[in-house]
């Protein structure tokens, strides 16, 4: 069976033979057409434009992005901000780093219609400290386009003007956080706000009203003004509009990155067909869809699903189609897209251990469920790994996760206890037999942190 | 008298109870006013809500209404509406009331998360209660015993982190206990506007530090260390001296300025060991200056006066007050008052200059105004000396004019009420021609030169009142008993009119006060038994256009308009 043909709208240059990232190639291929088309719209005309298309946010949450953009506060005088969060920090997810790498303009494109939409007259892309040549690539590409006119002033002639600047962050998973970024643009250590009071949309960076989007969701507003709402919303399944970037990785033929429209393939056809099934001689054992806070499924297991009408169907990990709506029933999300796969080589214990190891050393210790209870749980996983389980291990350890999650001020929370809370609760058989067989698995080298 | 703005009341349920609490309350303070207990570690009512501790967890809900129509959603079983309860927990310290908001503080969904916080917060905290600093006001200990798990479920190595790690020069960090609440992070920003705490690394390492290059060195300091729920922040020098519960609480007024912070003293079998500050909203919120809390030192200190002496000679107070009597008879006698006298005492003082017909004045203190509770006026009674008609005006900065009086030859006697007449202004030679009565609870170059001393007491072992900068009537009490052979100073001054012919008003703070509310306007209406804690805010009118020296600091309101609703 043929794998199926990918739709790559975002992803339709990246990888090209001889596509660049100069300004006069993206221009050869048409770049920055739909920004001298989009600056002689009314912007609220483009906020509707985007809002009808149903395009949701593609950094994890799947929040509407013309919902968020309709919460900013336009009436309070202040200047109002776009964020670009290019931070990017989420395990198995690689998607944003390929845009800025090889196709920078895109992302300034549709940044620069979203500001105009917005009125934005300041943008910043603020991208991860761990990517120096992404930050390179973009300050060279943000330079072109500033000469060429489409940042800075009078943009495409007009009378509107609008800069971007290129901030790069401390180097923490909390830096990608809405909230957390913004205090450490601001200058400050990046400890997430709470909210409610308030939000980004109201006061946010320098307290004006800040919109803080996705590289990813940003290049989809430039094709939802290329062609139009109606016909983006004709991509993907409703509510779940537009093409994903998945980036599968772990024990696949072929790990990458793969566009297709919203729930288009099921996830048993992205693993089996797309990426070339599991490796010789392996079979598969369990997959995280989206990114590793995502709740983990595992290949066998059923699930019930309603359907609107009431009637119910079952599927099986295979048969969920890959979008925010159908992950969510399944009782996972779509989060960033990284579909991290493992084979029945992995022992879940260990796996667990090192998803637990990377958020205890992420948590910025802000609030004490995250930050005592995301390193307890590492300890416990290490020392399990380390051949000392107990029976009560896997209970303690889920039961730990239950209270980090939903008692802290960020989603961090949910980030670091999801995985614990699906592993055991999907392999606690596994958690058990390390008590019993302390020989299950020898110690080894663990030490993330 | 000032009369509060009524503030707009929102209907709340809390546990059920209904309550109307003013706009703007958040949910701690809302259940706080029908009797209940939220547990917190970082919220604070005089600072910013961080949000952080997460032990404030409770439940939430809404009356539930039909989205289209706005009509209520009614329970068929109760006939009530029905309630829409939001299931996460939410934040106590950051919820604000709104109307018809149910709040849910003891269900079993806000026992599990505070459970939870404590098993969190206890993991890493080294075992040390019975020998921790914090001496037995540790929020962590209280409340482990009401909301904790009462085990242990951590069997791993505990996080050890650094032990008495100096902050500043009175502040101590024990940072294995910190629980990372940053109330003392928001103090200094926003009380000093002092950036100079901050953590540094991740997680479960995280730990409170002083920025780069910087100290704690403010001097507000020592309030980290009063608003650290647990034993993290101590006092170098209280640390270790003694258990909280075993000390007496009094409440005093701090007598380093016009702000006249309210103060508690802490005592055991007549030793000071500690003043903390106490709250009142209308003068010092929670706080006071570090400076204020070693005041106590005054009371052991090695220049207290234990006796009266005549000519440097020990002598009876009998005696002494007989010869002071002997020394104002010839005339041309001054009255140097004290702005850190009580008003009782100026009271007193203005009586005996008056049966003495002499002139009197107060030396002015003055400093720079720090803009918190450190006024520019550094008497604490400066609006006493008003009130009692110990001066008619704002005192000037020096005694010269005493000293040109001197000089002429028109004072040959000068009665000082603890004032340091050389370092007032006058010189040893014009001091060296003048008899000089002192009376005061601590030697000075003055009380060395004085033919009479009569040892007089510490504000923290007398009764009293002080009229602070916004014309405040606070009362202070005795934390402790007298130094053996000094005498309460309205004793002195009772008996001294009584000894230059006066009639006796009263040797004790209550019995001055009669005659004291009838004979001074502006205390027409005040008694001294029924004082409220928080102080009277007297009439101000009659000083309105003084011009006082303060600046605006925390609370300070110069010449409160009064207003009668």
Redesign the interface.
């Known amino acids: 069976m043929s794998a199926p043909a990918e739709t790559r709208i975002i992803f339709k240059h990246i990888d090209e033979e001889g596509y660049s990232n100069d300004i006069a190639c993206y221009q050869k291929h048409g770049g920055y057409e739909i920004l001298k088309k989009s600056v002689t719209q009314a912007p609220p005309d483009i906020r509707d434009e985007v809002k009808k298309s149903g395009l949701r946010g593609r950094g994890g949450a799947g929040f509407s992005c013309g919902l968020k953009w309709s919460f900013v506060d336009r009436k309070s005088g202040k200047p109002i901000y776009l964020v670009v969060n290019a931070d990017e920090s989420e395990p198995g997810t690689f998607k944003d780093r390929y845009i800025i790498h090889q196709d920078p303009h895109q992302l300034i494109e549709g940044t620069m219609i979203s500001c105009f939409a917005n009125d934005v007259k300041q943008a910043y892309i603020y991208i991860r400290g761990e990517f120096p040549e992404g930050a390179r690539i973009l300050e060279k590409a943000i330079q072109e386009a500033r000469d060429a006119g489409f940042v800075g002033k009078n943009i495409c002639g007009t009378d509107y003007s609008c800069d971007i600047f290129v901030h790069r962050g401390a180097g923490a998973y909390i830096c990608g956080e809405e909230t957390g970024l913004i205090e450490s643009l601001e200058g400050k250590r990046a400890n997430p706000r709470i909210k409610p009071p308030y939000f980004p949309a109201v006061l946010g960076l320098y307290q004006c009203p800040t919109i803080v989007n996705n590289v990813e969701t940003l290049c989809h507003v430039k094709h939802i003004m290329d062609m139009g709402a109606d016909e983006y919303l004709k991509i993907g399944t409703p509510n779940n509009t537009g093409t994903r970037i998945f980036c599968v990785s772990g024990h696949v033929k072929k790990p990458g990155y793969y566009e297709f429209p919203c729930g288009a393939v099921t996830l048993g056809t992205l693993l089996n067909d797309v990426c070339g099934g599991p490796l010789e001689g392996r079979t598969f054992k369990a997959v995280i869809p989206g990114g590793s806070s995502a709740k983990i499924l595992r290949f066998g297991e059923k699930f019930t699903i309603k359907n609107k009408d009431g009637t119910t169907k079952e599927w099986t990990v295979e048969d969920i189609p890959m979008d925010f709506d159908s992950l969510a029933a399944a009782g996972t999300m779509g989060g960033s897209g990284g579909v991290i796969v493992m084979d029945d080589s992995v022992n879940m214990v260990d796996a667990l251990a090192n998803i637990n190891a990377f958020y205890a050393h992420e948590s910025c210790g802000q609030c004490t469920p995250c930050r005592e209870g995301s390193l307890w749980m590492k300890k416990i996983s290490t020392r399990m790994v380390h051949g000392e389980a107990r029976p009560e291990d896997g209970e303690l350890i889920k039961n730990v996760a239950d209270q980090i999650a939903g008692r802290t001020i960020c989603a961090f929370g949910e980030a670091c206890s999801w995985p614990t809370q699906s592993f055991v609760a999907k392999f606690g058989d596994e958690f058990k037999t390390y008590a019993t067989d302390k020989k299950a698995k020898p110690a080894d080298s663990l030490e993330l942190v | 008298m000032i009369q509060p703005a009524k503030p707009e009341l929102v209907t709340v349920f809390i546990d059920g109870k209904e309550i109307a609490v003013p706009k703007g309350t958040n949910v701690i303070e809302a259940a706080r006013m029908v009797g209940t207990d939220v547990p917190h570690y970082c919220y604070h009512p005089k600072l910013t ?7 404030c ?1 409770i439940e939430l809900g809404m009356p539930m209404a039909d989205r289209a129509t706005r009509e209520p959603i009614m329970d068929p079983e109760t006939g009530k509406q029905k309630i829409n309860w939001i ?3 939410q ?1 106590g310290c ?3 009331v709104v109307p018809g908001m149910h709040v849910k503080t003891q269900s079993q969904m806000v026992k ?2 505070r459970e ?2 404590m ?3 206890l ?2 905290h080294p075992l040390d209660c019975p020998i921790c600093d914090q001496a037995g006001e540790c929020k962590l200990q209280e409340q482990a015993t009401g909301y904790g798990r009462g085990y242990s ?2 069997i ?2 505990k ?1 050890v982190k650094p032990k008495r790690t100096q902050l500043g020069p009175r502040v101590m960090l024990d940072d294995e206990r910190c ?2 609440c940053s109330r003392c992070i928001r103090f200094n920003q926003e009380i000093v506007k002092e950036d100079v705490l ?2 540094v ?6 730990t409170l530090t002083c920025y780069p290059g910087k100290e704690l060195t403010n001097n507000y300091s020592l309030n980290t260390v009063d608003i650290c729920p647990v034993g993290a922040l101590t006092s170098t020098d209280f640390r270790f001296k003694m258990r909280v519960w075993f000390l007496k609480q009094t409440n005093s007024i701090d007598t380093e300025s016009s702000v006249g912070a309210n103060t508690v003293v802490w005592s055991r079998e007549g030793v000071i060991y500690r003043i903390t500050p106490r709250q009142n909203d209308e003068v010092n919120d929670t706080w006071m200056a570090d400076s204020g809390r070693v005041l106590y030192k005054q009371v052991q200190a090695d220049d207290r006066l234990k006796t009266a002496t005549i000519g440097g000679k020990l002598a009876s107070i009998e005696f002494a007050l007989t010869e002071a009597a002997n020394l104002v008879k010839t005339g041309g006698v001054t009255v140097v008052g004290s702005g850190r006298s009580s008003v009782e005492e100026q009271f007193l003082t203005k009586k005996l200059a008056t049966t003495l017909g002499a002139e009197t004045t107060i030396v002015a203190r003055t400093g720079e105004d720090d803009g918190i509770l450190i006024s520019a006026d550094r008497n604490p009674n400066t609006r006493g000396a008003l009130v009692t008609g110990l001066i008619s005006d704002v005192p000037t900065t020096d005694l010269s004019a005493l000293g040109a009086a001197i000089d002429a030859g028109s004072v040959t006697t000068i009665v000082s009420v603890g004032e340091d007449l050389l370092a007032a202004g006058l010189t040893a030679d014009q001091l060296s021609k003048v008899a000089v009565i002192y009376l005061g609870a601590h030697g000075n170059p003055t009380s060395a030169m004085a033919q009479v001393v009569m040892p007089t007491l510490t504000v923290f072992e007398k009764n009293g009142t002080f009229i602070n900068q916004q014309f405040r009537l606070q009362k202070f009490a005795a934390a402790v008993p007298g130094l053996a052979g000094s005498f309460d100073d309205l004793y002195v001054l009772d008996q001294f009119i009584v000894a230059v012919g006066g009639e006796s008003i009263g040797v004790d703070v209550k019995s001055v006060w009669p005659t004291l509310a009838a004979e001074i306007p502006a205390l027409a209406t005040a008694t001294y038994a029924n004082l409220p804690a928080t102080g009277l805010l007297l009439d101000s009118t009659p000083w309105a256009s003084l011009n006082f020296p303060e600046g605006k600091s925390l609370h300070f309101e110069p010449a409160v308009e009064t207003t009668t609703a």
């Open positions: 809500v961080a949000g952080n501790c997460r032990m967890l299931p996460r927990p934040i950051g919820t604000t599990d998360c939870g916080v098993e969190f917060l993991i890493n479920r951590f791993e190595q996080n629980v990372l901050g953590f690394d991740r997680g479960s390492y995280s």
